[in-house]
């Protein structure tokens, strides 16, 4: 079984992150973490808990608590998934801070050169914000904005979130049926 990280962060946009792990609590070990900002933005759009994120293979932890296994190099996993994905935490990661457990499990897995996905949801971007990106490319990650495509035709809120979380999905190298490959 692939074991997964997901972070939630404290940018609009958690229903990406949600729609994420309920693609992925079915077919991996997931792990999530969720900042105290993402915990708020949790309740605000969607009226949910942090609890919600439980499961057979789920395990929940706190931002607060690094001494976990998952902050270790040697506990092997697949892939990270940081969505949404705040600019004060990528700013945070592109410095190397480690203050919190999603930053050091990002830094882990740039260090070990694994997967770790980036989804910001920020508009405009300023220049601090495009450094710290490049930042994060440059360093092994990968930079999946939260921007959906519009061609599918099928235009509904629901539609839209998979069509990204189905991009996120792909990246990990899991599986999805959410979105099938263009065929023109
Ligand atoms: C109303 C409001 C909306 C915000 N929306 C975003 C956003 O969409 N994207 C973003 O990157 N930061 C956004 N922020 C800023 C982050 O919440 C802030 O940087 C926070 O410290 C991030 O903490 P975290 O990275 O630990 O989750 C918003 C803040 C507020 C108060």
Request: hydrophobic share 45%; net charge neutral; charged share 20%.
């Amino acid at each position: 079984m692939k074991r997964f990280v997901i972070a939630i962060t404290g940018a609009s946009g958690v229903c990406f992150g949600k729609r994420l792990f309920d693609c992925l609590k079915s077919q991996s070990e997931v792990h999530v973490i969720i900042s105290e900002r993402g915990a708020e933005l949790l309740n605000i759009e969607l009226g949910l808990q942090p609890s919600y994120f439980k499961g057979e293979h789920v395990t929940l932890h706190k931002s607060t608590k690094i001494n976990t296994s998952i902050a270790s190099g040697s506990v092997r996993v697949d892939g990270m998934a940081i969505v949404p994905a705040s600019m004060g935490t990528v700013g945070r990661i592109a410095a190397g801070v480690s203050a919190n457990l999603i930053e050091r499990v990002a830094d882990v897995m740039l260090k070990e050169k694994r997967k770790l996905i980036v989804v910001p949801r920020e508009a405009p971007l300023s220049t601090i914000h495009l450094k710290n990106l490049l930042s994060l490319d440059e360093a092994g990650a990968m930079i999946l904005p939260a921007s959906p495509g519009f061609y599918q035709g099928q235009n509904s809120v629901e539609s839209l979130v998979d069509f990204v979380v189905a991009r996120i999905i792909d990246q990990l190298g899991a599986e999805q049926d959410l979105m099938p490959p263009y065929e023109a």
